[in-house]
């Protein structure tokens, strides 16, 4: 059985995206740069979503469905200057739209499962001291 496999790339949809002062050029598909000097630390910078209202947003979801039975791997594709980093947090949530669970990432790679009664999740990327980056891909891949 091949495992199943998804990549996650930084879409021109503004309202999930911190603008206050950045500057975001989009020079291809895979590579987004963003820079901005004044955001502080912490900040949630680009959300994803697995679950859309299409009537309000007019966007559809970019993030895959996934269950709680199964492992997943997940590998972060950014660039940065002063080798700062920055975080990936999953938002796990039920069918309510009540945070179920959480899971935060600091490098390039790591595995997890999400709660039983995840219904939807969201990802976020966290400006961990960065001031600019290049954003490639965001790969998400089913483990056995």
Not at 24 to 33: F, K, L, M, Q, T
Not at 84 to 111: K, N, P, Q
Not at 138 to 143: S, W
Request: proline share 4%; glycine share 4%; with cysteine.
């Amino acid at each position: 059985m091949v495992n199943a496999s998804w990549t996650i790339y930084w879409n021109e949809y503004s309202a999930d995206t911190y603008l206050y002062g950045s500057e975001i050029e989009y020079r291809a598909r895979n590579d987004v740069h963003f820079k901005n000097t004044l955001m502080p630390p912490g900040t949630v910078i680009k959300q994803w979503h697995s679950l859309t209202n299409y009537q309000a947003q007019r966007i559809e979801p970019t993030l895959p469905m996934i269950d709680g039975e199964s492992r997943y791997r997940i590998k972060i594709n950014v660039e940065t200057p002063d080798k700062t980093g920055c975080l990936i947090r999953l938002v796990f949530l039920d069918r309510y739209e009540r945070e179920a669970g959480d899971f935060t990432i600091r490098g390039d790679e790591a595995e997890f499962s999400c709660p039983l009664k995840t219904y939807s999740y969201k990802m976020q990327l966290i400006n961990a001291g960065m001031k600019e980056f290049t954003f490639h891909s965001v790969v998400i891949e089913e483990i056995e």
